[in-house]
């Protein structure tokens, strides 16, 4: 099946620098919204809690934000979720934990108050909501192994302030023992207090569907993970194709990569979109998806460099392009109908991931003829002309010894 005649003559290569100068300006632009939009990083990237929730009866926006930032939660992001009638929400906050500064001090101070002075008190937003207290004086006798009237009591001091139920557990030796306090999931605290605050409308036992929670030092490793992961692909590409081709194909497929990625991310600070663990796989998924676009157009490009010897590197490419052009194009339109039907019946997560595909697509299948091969002609020029050079300067190989043939009269004497 061919939708373009493989014999075609569209001079692809004579308009290579109206093609990389528009490259160049989308790359630049996408670098500019970057650095000046940023990227919207989600809970993966930045830690935080993302949790759904499903309500009983309907309920505004605006009701849940303001319950939710009354339980300390600042600056929730609340939106609809699915249909209109199922009256779900997806809410996202900042923190991964239910203590923050202000009530972990709160803490500190009602339980030096009411329980024991404190020698040490030990919480960070990185360790969430487990907290170490030492106190200056023993709280039990050492000797009454099953005295728990301690714990008891510190649990009853922490639960007191209603900002989640506290778990206690001794640590450390008997004689100076320490206190592990873990408040109460994020799940359970939301699901208690939602249901306080809207009543019938919300059930405490089903209406928190989903919760996914990741500390700040995770979502920082997951962050720089993502960058190696994708770093270190085209790393191996540019070896890869070193070694299947050689030098000269290889910097082009590289860098039309990072012109597929760069532009992708753009648009994503562009529009906002929450910047997922799943759009790290999306990228990934593009690099693969261009890179073998590539191999085929530079497969062909060696083809025809045996075939077409004497032609010049330009008349060889532009043929390979257009020889190729049927293939790339039905390849490209086959796979954007099945991701567009991800993103147009997808929800969530799902369209945030077909978008950076169809960008992905779109962009990868005009780079590797219009960045990849106008790329390789430069390459492919400069190692002729560094070949010529070693060969011109090379000094000329020494002339061989001249032995005249002898006479007649020589074997005669």
């Known amino acids: 099946m061919q939708i373009i005649n493989p014999n075609s003559k569209y001079d692809f290569v004579g308009k290579q620098k109206l093609f990389l100068l528009v490259s160049s300006l989308a790359v630049l632009a996408s670098l500019a919204l970057v650095a000046v939009m940023g990227i919207n990083f989600g809970v993966d990237f930045r830690g935080g809690s993302e949790i759904v929730l499903r309500f009983d009866k309907p309920v505004a926006v605006d009701e849940v934000r303001a319950s939710i930032n009354a339980m300390g939660f600042e600056s929730p992001d609340v939106q609809s979720f699915g249909a209109a009638d199922e009256n779900r929400f997806l809410v996202r906050v900042s ?5 923050n500064p202000e009530n972990a001090k709160t803490l500190q101070d009602t339980l030096a108050r009411e329980v024991a002075p404190i020698e040490r008190f030990s919480w960070s937003e990185e360790g969430g909501d487990v907290v170490y207290i030492k106190f200056t004086t023993p709280l039990r006798d050492p000797n009454k192994s099953d005295d728990d009237t301690d714990l008891a009591k510190i649990k009853a001091s922490a639960s007191s302030l209603k900002l989640a139920t506290f778990e206690v557990s001794r640590r450390g030796s008997e004689s100076a023992p320490e206190y592990e306090l873990v408040a109460q999931e994020v799940q359970s605290t939301l699901a208690a207090k939602l249901s306080e605050s809207f009543k019938d409308a919300f059930n405490k036992e089903s209406g928190v569907e989903r919760v996914e929670t990741v500390g700040p030092r995770v979502g920082k490793q997951l962050r720089e993970d993502g960058i190696v992961s994708v770093l270190l692909s085209l790393l191996f590409i540019l070896i890869y194709i070193a070694f299947r081709f050689d030098l000269r194909y290889a910097p082009g497929a590289v860098i039309a990569l990072f012109h597929d990625i760069i532009i992708t991310l753009g648009v994503f600070a562009a529009l906002q979109i929450e910047f997922t663990l799943p759009i790290i796989a999306a990228l990934l998924a593009i690099i693969g998806y261009s890179l073998n676009d590539t191999i085929v157009i530079f497969d062909r490009i060696r083809e025809n460099f045996t075939q ?8 060889v490419v532009n043929t390979s392009i257009n020889e190729s052009l049927s293939r790339t194009l039905l ?21 945030s991931f077909a978008l950076a595909l169809i960008v992905g697509i779109i962009v990868g299948t005009y780079s590797s003829s219009f960045v990849a091969s106008p ?7 400069w190692l002729e002309k560094r070949r010529l050079e070693r060969e011109k300067n090379q000094p000329p190989p020494p002339a061989e010894p001249q032995h005249p043939e002898p006479s007649p009269e020589d074997f005669a004497s």
Do not use: D, Q, W
Request: overall charge positive; aromatic content about 4%.
């Open 95 to 99: 923190r991964a934990s239910v203590l």
């Open 308 to 315: 077409m010897a004497n032609e010049k590197v330009e008349t």
């Open 331 to 351: 390849t490209s339109l086959t796979t954007l109908i099945a991701v567009a039907a991800l993103y147009i019946f997808g929800g969530g997560l799902v369209r």
């Open 375 to 381: 790329i390789m002609i430069a390459m492919h020029k």
